[in-house]
């Protein structure tokens, strides 16, 4: 079935280590994001790809860095985490972009840094 | 970019009442208005969507409103069920040289009481 995966679902890291976040689609969708929001909170976006090669931050200023390398997948790093960076990580896609068509979301991944 | 504030934050009401969350944006141009809903522990997933050329839409207990003047679109939820429960996101996406993006409302806290 056509979706959008992220791994792990859960996350308990101690300070300092280095993190990457897996996200995939196989909807085939060029546009994918990344969203942190602590729970029942509002989504702030960290980063966006437009498709291969292609990167950019988004509103909410973040520690991490992504790549694209692949159009399915859009994996998230932090070299050095922090208890600050608590919180949950969405992963989204959409297929003509934002201001057409909707964004799918992951299951999230729950990350603890303690 | 796009600024949107929604309103109101929590919101309860009893089963079979009739339930409105209000969205108001900030970019003229923009013209593609979702709503999620993300239950507790779960990702956030579309229910309706309404685009700048309508200025209502219905699918069965759920319809959208869009008042381009005044920029601001609501959700209705009628004859409330406890599944109805959930925290509620309107978005609006950036325009001009970025299609790409969608702002997020800090979200509605549904209860719907039985």
């Known amino acids: 079935e056509a979706d959008i995966y992220q791994t792990p679902r859960y996350l308990v890291i101690g300070t300092g280590k280095k993190i990457t976040l897996e996200c995939s689609q196989t909807?085939?969708?060029?546009?994918m994001y990344w969203y942190q929001q602590d729970p029942g909170m509002e989504l702030h976006l960290i980063h966006y790809s437009y498709g291969v090669n292609s990167t950019e931050k988004g509103d909410l200023s973040s520690e991490s860095t992504v790549s694209r390398i692949r159009t399915e997948h859009f994996p998230l790093t932090l070299e050095s985490a922090r208890p600050s960076h608590t919180s949950q990580y969405l992963c989204?896609?959409?297929?003509?972009?934002?201001?057409?068509?909707?964004?799918?979301f992951g299951n999230g991944t729950r990350l603890t840094v303690t | 970019g796009e600024n949107v504030e929604q309103h109101p934050s929590t919101l309860s009401v009893q089963e079979g009442d009739s339930a409105v969350i209000k969205c108001t944006y900030s970019?003229?141009?923009?013209?593609?208005f979702p709503w999620y809903k993300q239950e507790l522990g779960k990702r956030p997933q579309l229910i309706i969507d309404?685009?700048?050329?309508?200025g209502e839409k219905k699918d069965q207990r759920i319809a959208v409103t869009l008042n381009k003047t005044a920029k601001h679109f609501s959700l209705h939820i009628t004859e409330t069920q406890p599944e109805d429960s959930a925290v509620y996101f309107c978005?609006?996406?950036?325009?001009?040289?970025?299609?790409?993006?969608?702002?997020f409302g800090k979200g509605t806290l549904l209860t719907v009481n039985p």
């Open positions: 909807m085939g969708h060029d546009k």
């Open positions: 970019d003229s141009a923009s013209n593609y």
């Open positions: 989204a896609s959409s297929s003509l972009g934002a201001n057409n068509s909707p964004l799918h």
């Open positions: 309404i685009r700048s050329n309508v």
């Open positions: 978005a609006a996406p950036e325009s001009g040289g970025s299609n790409y993006k969608l702002t």
